[in-house]
């Protein structure tokens, strides 16, 4: 009787996955909105349309990057969050999943791990942390030991209060146990003139920005942000390398609505990693001092998990406020 009843229950799972695995052959059926919280122009825009294309010609639809910009990208984010889950709304999103709960209470989503599903990693980019030239410090330890002989004299600019290069460089303070002063600008533009000029002392910067500045000599390199070195910039060390545990990127996720069914979950995984093994491709993106990442929903998850436990402590210790 038991075999009987395993058996029908078995026939009543397979029947009624029927309708999602109908949906995912004919997925998709019409273009794909891929939703991003920047505005058009910077390097996640950029990263986005280069993938974007590529994941069309795979599917067989256009793919419609949306620039939803607003409230440290949870305009964007919520409204995926809130899309209907059918695989035609995507979200590309970033490390401000993990910040925004901590930064801003009161914006959404609040739980990004229960109101988002995790497709794939995209990519990411580290930062390259400059010192104007002529600051007497070369290095990382004698950087922090330049701060801790002058505390509170130096000073550093981020693209905005809350943004990830601010929380990084607030984390390595924290770590060090140095006093630097924050001048937040609006976006990275601003900060790169003020640190050409001398008016700041250090900027973590991308990779890509901080090629001007170090090719006339108007800047030096100390660290590189990611826990590994990188291809664009082999001689130059990795933060973990001289102290450890203030590594961080910008990453970029793929994410879909809660709900989604598990065949369109997995065929958008298989196109994505289609996409990002292709050698022009990265070929591309590592002139931009990009890396181009290879996890699946488990690692996103675990990703997003894991900054969910750092940057609400860094924001908290830090008495740090949106901009």
């Known amino acids: 009787m038991s075999t009987r009843r395993q058996l029908l229950a078995a026939s009543t799972a397979s029947f009624l996955a029927l309708p999602a695995i109908a949906r995912a052959a004919e997925y998709p059926d019409r273009p794909i909105t891929l939703v991003i919280g920047y ?11 280069l993938v974007a294309e590529k994941m069309a010609q795979e599917l ?16 964007a984010s ?24 901590a ?29 104007r030239k002529g600051l007497p410090a070369r290095t990382l330890p004698e950087l922090i030991e330049l701060a801790k002989r002058k505390p509170g004299e130096l000073n550093y600019g981020s693209s905005g209060s809350g943004s990830v290069n601010h929380l990084l460089t ?9 006093e630097i002063t924050h001048i ?5 533009g601003p900060a790169l003139v003020e640190l050409r000029s001398g008016r700041i002392d250090l900027f973590y910067a991308t990779p890509l920005d901080s090629q001007p500045l170090l090719g ?30 203030c590594d ?13 069914p598990e065949p369109i979950r997995r065929k958008l995984f298989t196109v994505l990693r289609k996409v990002l093994e292709a050698p022009a491709l990265r070929q591309n993106v590592e002139a931009r001092g990009v890396v181009l990442m290879d996890g699946d929903a488990a690692a996103l998850r675990q990703r997003l998990a894991a900054e969910l436990r750092v940057w609400p402590e860094v924001i908290r210790q830090g008495g740090i406020q949106p901009g």
């Open 170 to 178: 607030e984390l390595l303070l924290q770590r060090a146990g140095i």
């Open 39 to 49: 505005a058009p122009g910077a390097l996640t825009d950029t990263m986005v349309r």
């Open 216 to 245: 006339d000599g108007a800047a030096q390199p100390i660290v590189i942000s990611s826990p590994q070195r990188i291809p664009m910039m082999p001689d130059l060390p990795s933060v973990s390398e001289s102290f450890q545990g």
């Open 248 to 260: 961080g990127v910008l990453w970029q996720g793929l994410f879909c609505p809660p709900g989604t």
């Open 184 to 188: 937040p600008y609006r976006g990275g």
């Open 103 to 131: 930064l801003m209470p009161g914006a959404t989503p609040k739980d990004p791990l229960k109101e988002l599903e995790p497709i794939g990693e995209v990519y990411y980019s580290p930062f390259v942390l400059l010192a």
């Open 60 to 75: 067989g639809q256009p793919v419609v990057v949306e620039n939803r910009t607003g409230a440290a990208t949870a305009i």
């Open 78 to 101: 919520t409204a995926v969050a809130n899309a209907r889950p059918a695989g035609h709304t995507l979200l590309i999103g970033t490390n401000s999943l993990a910040i925004n709960p």
